[in-house]
Nanobody, 121 residues
Framework: QVQLVESGGGLVQPGGSLRLSCAAS????????VGWYRQAPGKQRELAAT???????GYADSVKGRFTISRDSAKNTVYLQMNNLKPEDTAVYYC???????????????WGQGTQVTVSS
C-alpha cells in the first residue's frame, strides 16, 4: 500500500558524501522495515542497510562505518547518509519495504527506478 520513491543520487568524487532520500506515500512507521539496496553494473542487487519500524538499524559489512540509515517520521522519509564514498559504491540505489512474516523477513517484489550514484574522479 505504501509507495516509496528514491532520490538524491548524483556524481561525487571518491571520499565525498551524498544523502539519499526514500519518500513514502504513507506513514513510514507502518512498514515493518525499510531497506536500501544497490545494484552495480553486472552484479546482483544487494542489501546495504536496513531500519525497522522500531528504529533498529543494520548494515552490510561493505558499508558499515561509512553509511548511516535514519528516518524522519514527520516527513515519512528514510535517509541513507553515505560518507567516504568509494568507486565500488557506484550503483543504482533502491529503497523497498521489508515485511516480517512468521518465518523471516521478505522484501516486496515491486521496485522503483532507483537513483544513480556514481563515484568517480
Amino acid at each position: 500500500q505504501v509507495q516509496l520513491v528514491e532520490s538524491g543520487g548524483g556524481l561525487v568524487q571518491p571520499g565525498g558524501s551524498l544523502r539519499l532520500s526514500c519518500a513514502a506515500s504513507g506513514s513510514i512507521v507502518s512498514i515493518d522495515a525499510v531497506g536500501w539496496y544497490r545494484q552495480a553494473p553486472g552484479k546482483q542487487r544487494e542489501l546495504a542497510a536496513t531500519i525497522t519500524s522500531g528504529g533498529t538499524t543494520g548494515y552490510a559489512d561493505s558499508v558499515k562505518g561509512r553509511f548511516t540509515i535514519s528516518r524522519d517520521s514527520a516527513k515519512n522519509t528514510v535517509y541513507l547518509q553515505m560518507n567516504n564514498l568509494k568507486p565500488e559504491d557506484t550503483a543504482v540505489y533502491y529503497c523497498n519495504s521489508i515485511v516480517r512474516r512468521s518465518d523471516g523477513w521478505y522484501v516486496k517484489n515491486y521496485w522503483g527506478q532507483g537513483t544513480q550514484v556514481t563515484v568517480s574522479s
